[in-house]
């Protein structure tokens, strides 16, 4: 198995817990975690009690302070890493780090997947099973990548090579392709879910006009994700030649 600065984590960790030193690491964790729990709450209670007015923004806001959670607590223990790590080991952070990100990875999918897909409140069967999936494979990565496995499984990615058209491309090509075109579709869905809602409340602009701009602004946001996606991953564009 390829020797990673992460495979030997959980071996490192045992070890120190003899440790006393453990302690501070396992305090500044807390800490961390405690504090980024109540900066977003405090933002949240603060745009909901000032701000009643702002309407959308506020919902907005409210609902992205789940997100901000684990954002901040990510940020300060990235930042009480190299501090602790003056003094003694912080195996238990550098563990801590890929779990809190891959946390607040899930919770920033979910407020994207719902802030497009969901509306009136009611979230359906398929978005919750999609939630679900999409969190095991999260995790299911976050554990690879903690345990070593990862640079394995892109070595066997990369041999895999499968012929497209008149190209080849390895699996790890197509699947990053797909992944970064999925990204990419959401953010632009989302942005322009974004700009439907604003564009709806401006009164001046005709109904008619107002549905036209937001799907038209809407189109060209998914057609520029999809372009960008592909070429930022290094597919030539004329590849897709074969499925038009």
């Known amino acids: 198995m390829t020797t990673t600065?992460?495979?030997?984590l959980w071996l490192d960790l045992w070890s120190d817990l003899q440790d006393p030193g453990m302690l501070w690491q396992i305090g500044a964790l807390v800490v961390c975690v405690v504090?980024?729990?109540?900066l977003a709450r405090a933002l949240r209670a603060a745009v909901v009690v000032e701000n009643v007015q702002l309407g959308m923004m506020r919902v907005g806001v409210e609902s992205f302070a789940r997100v901000l959670s684990p954002l901040l607590a990510l940020t300060l223990i990235a930042v009480a890493k190299p501090l602790l790590g003056k003094w003694q080991h912080v195996n238990l952070l550098r563990v801590a780090i890929p779990l809190v990100a891959s946390f607040a990875l899930i919770r920033l999918a979910f407020y994207v997947l719902r802030r497009i897909f969901v509306r009136g409140g009611q979230v359906?069967?398929?978005m919750l099973l999609f939630e679900k999936v999409f969190a095991i494979l999260v995790w299911a990565g976050v554990a690879l990548y903690i345990t070593g496995l990862w640079p394995e499984l892109i070595h066997y990615l990369e041999e895999i090579v499968i012929p497209v058209g008149r190209n080849k491309m390895s699996l790890l090509t197509i699947l990053q392709a797909a992944v970064s075109v999925v990204v990419t579709l959401l953010l632009a869905l989302w942005a322009g879910a974004t700009f439907e809602e604003r564009l709806m409340q401006l009164d001046t602009v005709h109904s008619s006009l107002r549905a036209v701009m937001a799907r038209m602004g809407r189109a060209l946001?998914?057609?520029t994700a999809v372009l960008l996606s592909l070429s930022s991953v290094g597919i030539d564009l004329t590849v897709l030649s074969v499925f038009g």
């Open 5 to 8: 600065p992460l495979s030997s």
């Open 35 to 38: 504090i980024g729990w109540g």
């Open 221 to 223: 946001l998914i057609v």
């Open 124 to 126: 359906g069967s398929f």
